[in-house]
Nanobody, 116 residues
Framework: VRLQASGGDLVQPGGSLRLSCAASGTIGSIKTMNWYRQAPGKQRELVASIRSGSSTNYADFVKGRFTISRDNAKNTVYLQMNGLKPEDTAVYYC???????????WGQGTQVTVSS
C-alpha cells in the first residue's frame, strides 16, 4: 500500500491550494484520514481529520480557512487551504488508517510555502 501526496507549492499570503493524497495497492477499506504538518524546527502537528462517516475535526489555527474532504471511490483525501498565511508554511503529510493493515500509514509529504 502506498500513499502519494501532491499539490504543495509556493503561494502568496491570502492564496489557496488544494492538497491531495491517494492510496493505492491492496487497501480494503480506509477509516480515519488525517493531514499533519511540520514546520522547520517544530514538531509535527495535526491539522485536520475526517472519519469514515465524513465527520471532521480541525485544529484551531485552521478553522474557517481549511476544509478536509474525501473521495472513498478514489481512496483519496483532500485539504482545501484558503486564506493561507506565512505561518502555514510547512511540509504537509497525509496519514491514513488502512483496515487490512490495522495501522496508520504516512504519505511522503508535500511542501507548502506561503511567502510574498
Amino acid at each position: 500500500v502506498r500513499l502519494q501526496a501532491s499539490g504543495g507549492d509556493l503561494v502568496q499570503p491570502g492564496g489557496s491550494l488544494r492538497l491531495s493524497c491517494a492510496a493505492s495497492g491492496t487497501i480494503g477499506s480506509i477509516k480515519t484520514m488525517n493531514w499533519y504538518r511540520q514546520a522547520p524546527g517544530k514538531q509535527r502537528e495535526l491539522v485536520a481529520s475526517i472519519r469514515s462517516g465524513s465527520s471532521t475535526n480541525y485544529a484551531d489555527f485552521v478553522k474557517g480557512r481549511f476544509t478536509i474532504s474525501r473521495d472513498n471511490a478514489k481512496n483519496t483525501v483532500y485539504l482545501q487551504m484558503n486564506g493561507l498565511k506565512p505561518e502555514d508554511t510547512a511540509v504537509y503529510y497525509c496519514n491514513v488508517y488502512i483496515v487490512t493493515l490495522q495501522r496508520f500509514l504516512w504519505g511522503q509529504g508535500t511542501q507548502v510555502t506561503v511567502s510574498s
